[in-house]
C-alpha cells in the first residue's frame, strides 16, 4: 500500500479531463508516454471510459520516469504543447499508439499529423516551455505516493489493483454513489 492513499491536489480546471464533472466517479491516471505498462493499459481504460460513458470522468496526469523512458519528459512536454493547440487527447491517444516513435522529431511529426506547428514544437521542447506543467503533475504524484506508472486513483482514493482491475473497482464506486 502507498504511503499516501489519498490523492492530492484534487481534481481540478487545471486538469485534462474527459467526461463531465457531474460524473459520480472519478479516475485519475499518473502515467507516462514511454511506459510500457501504460500501453497496455491505455485500451482497456479507453474502453472503461466508453462503457461507463458519462458516470466517470477520465484524468491524465505526468508522471514521466525519465531515469528508465529517455523520451518521457518530451512526450510529455508535447502532450502539453497540443493541449495548448486544444488537441491534449488526440496527442495522448496518438503517442501511446504510437509509442516506439517518441524521439524528438518523431513527435514533431506526430504533432503535424494533428495540425499542430512543428517548428513551434521544435522550440517549445527546447525551451522546456511546458516543463512547469508537467512537474506540477509529477510532484503532485510524488505527494500522493505515486512510485510509478500507471497508477490509478478512483474518486481520489488510491487503486491498488492493476488496470485489469479497474472495471470492478469503478463499479463498486458506482455502487456507493
Not at 488537441?87 to 491517444?93: A, C
Not at 517549445?124 to 486513483?153: C, M, N, Q, Y
Request: glycine letters at 8%.
Amino acid at each position: 500500500m502507498a504511503q499516501n492513499s489519498t490523492m492530492e491536489p484534487p481534481v481540478s480546471g487545471r486538469d485534462h479531463v474527459l467526461g463531465p464533472e457531474s460524473a459520480r466517479v472519478t479516475l485519475v491516471e499518473y502515467g507516462d508516454f514511454e511506459c510500457p505498462h501504460c500501453a497496455i493499459a491505455y485500451p482497456l481504460v479507453k474502453e472503461l471510459h466508453q462503457r461507463f460513458g458519462d458516470r466517470v470522468r477520465f484524468v491524465f496526469r505526468h508522471f514521466p520516469l525519465t531515469n528508465v523512458h529517455p523520451h518521457a519528459q518530451a512526450a510529455a512536454e508535447a502532450s502539453e504543447f497540443a493541449a495548448a493547440g486544444g488537441v491534449f487527447w488526440q496527442m495522448h491517444d496518438i503517442l501511446f499508439e504510437q509509442q516506439k516513435q517518441l524521439a524528438d522529431g518523431q513527435l514533431t511529426r506526430l504533432a503535424a499529423g494533428l495540425k499542430l506547428d512543428q517548428d513551434a514544437l521544435s522550440n517549445a521542447l527546447r525551451d522546456h516551455t511546458f516543463l512547469p506543467r508537467v512537474k506540477e503533475d509529477f510532484l503532485g504524484g510524488i505527494k500522493s505516493g505515486v512510485k510509478g506508472t500507471p497508477a490509478f486513483f478512483i474518486n481520489e482514493r488510491r487503486h491498488d489493483g492493476d488496470a485489469a482491475s479497474l472495471g470492478p473497482a469503478i463499479e463498486q464506486a458506482l455502487a456507493r454513489h
